[in-house]
C-alpha cells in the first residue's frame, strides 16, 4: 500500500561526523516532501523541503536528496553536533491538490549524537 | 520568530467528557491543521481548515471531532465525547503561503491524556 517509511529506526553519530537519514516513500505521484525535527516535548519543526522537480537542495548544514527513480529520500547533516540529537521524520504531501497540504509523515528515526 | 501557541500544555479528562485544545496560528497565516502523534507512532494528518471551512479531513476526524476559528486569532479542536483511544499529543500548525509550502510551523502541542 502507499506508505512513507524509514529505514532505520535509529542512528548514532559522532560529533563532527555526517549523518544521512533515509526515507522511502511510495506514492510516485507524490510533488513535495519535508523533513522535520521533533525534540522531546516539542513539535515537529521544519527543517527543508523539496519538490519534485528538483533532486536536491540545500540549507544550512543540511542538504535533502530526492531520488524519484526509486522513491527515495534523504537528510543529510554535515558535521553533526549534539543538538542535533532529535527524532527525525520525512513527510509528504498527500493533498487533494491546489493549496491543499495534507502531509502522511513517516515513523521517524531517533539520531543521537555523540559527544 | 512567530510561533504557534497551543493551550493547555497538558489536558487529563474522564473518558466520555468534552474537551476543548486551543490554538493561536501564526496571525497572518491562512491555512490551518490540526494532527496528532499517539505515543511512540507517527504523526497523524487530522484536519485543515481554510477560509471557515474544513478543506480536507482524515478517517480519524469523525463527527466527534470539530474545529472552529471562532474570532480572528483562535483556532480550536473539539472532542464531544473522548474515548481512552483519543490519548495522545496534539499538534496545530498553520501556514502561509497559499501553496502551503515551508508548512513548518508546528506548535508545542498539547498532551491529551484520557482516563
Known amino acids: 500500500g502507499e506508505s512513507v517509511g524509514l529505514h532505520l529506526p535509529t542512528l548514532s553519530v559522532q560529533e563532527g561526523d555526517n549523518s544521512i537519514i533515509n526515507c522511502a516513500y511510495s506514492n510516485s505521484a507524490s510533488d513535495y516532501f519535508i523533513w522535520y525535527k521533533q525534540e522531546s516535548g516539542k513539535g515537529p519543526q521544519f527543517i527543508i523541503d523539496?519538490?519534485?522537480?528538483?533532486d536536491k537542495r540545500q540549507g544550512q548544514r543540511v542538504t535533502v536528496l530526492l531520488n524519484k527513480t526509486v522513491k527515495h529520500l534523504s537528510l543529510q547533516i554535515a558535521a553533526t553536533q549534539p543538538g542535533d540529537s532529535a527524532v527525525y521524520f520525512c513527510a509528504e504531501n498527500r493533498g487533494s491538490g491546489g493549496s491543499n497540504y495534507k502531509l502522511t509523515f513517516g515513523k521517524g528515526t531517533l539520531l543521537t549524537v555523540n559527544p | 520568530e512567530p510561533e504557534v501557541t497551543q493551550t493547555p500544555s497538558h489536558q487529563v479528562t474522564q473518558m466520555g467528557q468534552e474537551v476543548i485544545l486551543r490554538c493561536v496560528p501564526i496571525?497572518?497565516?491562512?491555512?490551518f491543521y490540526w494532527y496528532r502523534q499517539i505515543l511512540g507512532q507517527k504523526v497523524e494528518f487530522l484536519v485543515s481548515?481554510?477560509?471557515?471551512?474544513?478543506?480536507?479531513k482524515s478517517e480519524i476526524f469523525d463527527d466527534q471531532f470539530s474545529v472552529e476559528r471562532p474570532d480572528g486569532s483562535n483556532f480550536t479542536l473539539k472532542i464531544r465525547s473522548t474515548k481512552l483511544e483519543d490519548s495522545a499529543m496534539y499538534f496545530c500548525?498553520?501556514?502561509?503561503?497559499?501553496?502551503?509550502?515551508?508548512?513548518?510551523?508546528f506548535g508545542n502541542g498539547t498532551r491529551l491524556t484520557v482516563t
Open positions: 481548515f481554510y477560509n471557515n471551512e474544513i478543506s480536507e
Open positions: 500548525a498553520s501556514s502561509e503561503e497559499r501553496t502551503g509550502e515551508k508548512m513548518g510551523h
Open positions: 523539496i519538490r519534485s522537480n528538483m
Open positions: 496571525s497572518n497565516h491562512l491555512y
